[in-house]
C-alpha cells in the first residue's frame, strides 16, 4: 500500500496541477495528481553504515519523504542494502534513492545488491559518459531499472551540461544568427537534454510511469524559465529545486523565490531545498523548509502552524520571543509523536502575540492562541481557544510557558481523534 500523506492539495482547485503521469517511488507516489513530495539528501559519507542510517531516520522523521544518498564507490555501492536493511529494521520505510554520476552504469552492474535495494536511480545526463558511450552507459543504468522494476530521476544539472550538446547549440546559434544569448542557449539545452533523455531511457525499456525528471540551475530566474518549458513539453513528473541554493537566509529565500512562482503555477510534483548546512548544522533544517513553502501555499500540511508576532517598540520584553520559540520548538519535537497519534494535528494553528494591538486579533484567528502583555500593558495573559476566550495566565515566564504547553497537550488531546490500528 502507499503512503498516505498528510494534508491535501487544497490550492488545486484555484490552480490546477499539471497532467502528469503517476511513479510510485517504493511507497511514496509522485505525480498523477498526488500530494507534493518533500525530499532531501544526505551528506555523510554512504559508506558510513551507521552514520549514514541515523541521518537517513532523522530526515524522513523530519518530514522527508524520499531520501537521496550518495553512491560514487564500491564502498558505497556495498553499504546500501545494509543501510535500508536497518532502516526497515528500524520501522522506517522511507524510500532510498541512490545519486550515480560517472560511473553508476559500473556500480550497479557489480553490486547487484544495490540496485535491489534503491527505490529509485538518479541519473545525471551530463556527466554519465561522452560521445557515444554516453548513451550506452545510460541505457546500461535504464535497463537495470527495467529489469528491478524501479524508477529513475534523468536529473539534468546546468552546472554539469553536455557540453557537447551546448557547443552545437552554441554554433548553431551563430550559423543561424539566430540572436540568442548565452543563458538562453543553456537554458535551452538544458531542456533539450531532458527531453532527448526521456526518449532514450523509453528506448531501453523504461515505462512513462518510471521516469521523473529535473532541470536543476542555481538561478532563481533561470529555473523559473527552464521549467515553465519542461512543461508545456512533458508529462512526465518535475522535480524542482535549486541546484545549490546557498546557505541560511538567503538559500532559503531564493528557493521559496523561485519554487514558489512554479508551485503557484502548478508545476512541480516533488521538492527539494538544497541549503548549505552550517560546519556542523543540522541537515534537517532543508526539510524544515520545504515542509514550510508547501504549507504557506497551502499545498500540504505538515505540522501545527505557529503565527508570532514580530515584534515592535510596545514589545521590550522578550517574553513572547522565548515563548514562540520554545512553542516552536515543542512541536517540532512532539510532531513525530502527534502523528502516528491523532488525526489531522498537523494543521492546528497557533499564536503567541506580544501586545494588545494585534494579540487578541490574532489569538482568536488560531486554534489556540496567547496575548502576551505590551510595554505598560498589565501582566495578563489572556489565551483564546477556537475564538472564545478560555483562560487568563500569569506567572513567570518558565509558568507560563508550561501553562500554555499543557494547554496544547489538552486541546490535541480533546480535539483531533486518535488514529485507528488501519490508519497506523
Known sequence: MLT????????????????????????????????????SMTNTDTADVAATTQQCLELAEAGSEIVRVTVNVPEAAAAVPEIKKRLL?????????????????????????CAVALDKYRINPGNVGAGQRRDEQFS???????????????????????????????????????????????????VLSALESTELALESGLRHDQIIISC????????ITVYRDLSAK?????????????????GQIWSAASLGVLLYEGIGDTIRISLTPRPGGDRRDEVYAACELLQALGLR?????????????????????ELAERIQNYIRDMMPIWKT?????????????????NGPGESKAANIGISLPG?????????????????????????LAAAFQSLVDNYIDKKYPRKTADVL
Open 140 to 190: 546500461t543504468i535504464c535497463k537495470i531499472a527495467r529489469d528491478n522494476g524501479k524508477p529513475v530521476r534523468i536529473g539534468v544539472n546546468g552546472g554539469s551540461l553536455n557540453q557537447e550538446l551546448v557547443m552545437r547549440k552554441m554554433q548553431e546559434n551563430t550559423d543561424k544568427n539566430l540572436g540568442k544569448e548565452s543563458e538562453e542557449i543553456i537554458n535551452d539545452c538544458m
Open 89 to 113: 529494521a528500524a520501522g522506517c520505510k522511507v524510500p532510498i534513492i541512490g545519486d550515480f554520476h560517472y560511473n553508476g552504469h559500473v556500480l550497479l552492474t557489480k553490486y547487484p545488491d
Open 4 to 39: 498516505q500523506i498528510a494534508g491535501s492539495d487544497a490550492a488545486a482547485t484555484r490552480h490546477p496541477r499539471r497532467k502528469t503521469y503517476g511513479v510510485n517511488v517504493g511507497q511514496v507516489r509522485v505525480g498523477g495528481g498526488a500530494p507534493i513530495v518533500v525530499q
Open 341 to 357: 497519534q491523532y488525526e489531522g494535528v498537523e494543521t492546528m494553528t497557533l499564536a503567541v502575540m506580544g501586545c494588545i494591538v
Open 216 to 223: 536543476k540551475t542555481s538561478r532563481p530566474r533561470d529555473l
Open 234 to 250: 512533458t508529462e512526465q513528473p518535475l522535480h524542482l529545486g535549486l541546484t545549490e541554493a546557498g546557505m541560511g537566509m538567503k
Open 375 to 399: 510595554t505598560g500593558e498589565a501582566p495578563r495573559c489572556p489565551v483564546y481557544i477556537d475564538g472564545k476566550k478560555d483562560v487568563t495566565l500569569e506567572g513567570t515566564y518558565d509558568e
Open 301 to 321: 500540511s505538515f505540522s501545527p502552524s505557529v503565527t508570532a508576532c514580530p515584534g515592535c517598540g510596545r514589545t521590550t520584553s522578550s517574553t513572547f520571543q
